[in-house]
């Protein structure tokens, strides 16, 4: 078992920065891929941005890309998302998602893939 909590969710203004942070305690965090989801009011859970258990793959969602970044601290069994020039389309409840590496598993977009979740954190992006 893996156990998620997230932080650092708060009321933004168009083009804010803001880092989102992931702490994960159980079992050994560095043989787990995780992931950043959003669900918005009334829409699907959606993937904005994967990390693979080194570090070395990343996948960030079409809508995200240039803006956030996603980043692990083994060291620290944590795992980040920096978001930055946010816009009131990101508003969203933000998920940390984790799964147990395998080497066949190359899809990070698909909330069904992950095995653990965090309890989420609100993000609120408006002027």
């Known amino acids: 078992q893996v156990q998620l909590e997230e932080s650092g969710g708060g009321l933004l203004q168009p083009g804010d920065s803001l880092r989102l942070s992931c702490a994960a305690s159980g079992r050994t965090f560095s043989n787990y891929d995780m992931g950043w989801f959003r669900q918005a009011p009334g829409k699907e859970r959606e993937c904005v941005a994967a990390?693979?258990?080194?570090?070395?793959?990343?996948y960030y969602a079409d809508s995200v890309k240039g803006r956030f970044t996603i980043s692990r601290d083994n060291a620290k069994n944590t795992v980040y998302l920096q978001m930055n020039s946010l816009k009131p389309e990101d508003t969203a409840i933000y998920y940390c998602a984790g799964r147990e590496h395998v080497w066949y598993r190359h899809r990070y977009y698909d909330a069904r893939d992950y095995d653990y979740w965090g309890q989420g954190t609100q993000v609120t992006v408006s002027s």
């Open positions: 990390i693979n258990w080194s570090g070395g793959i990343t």
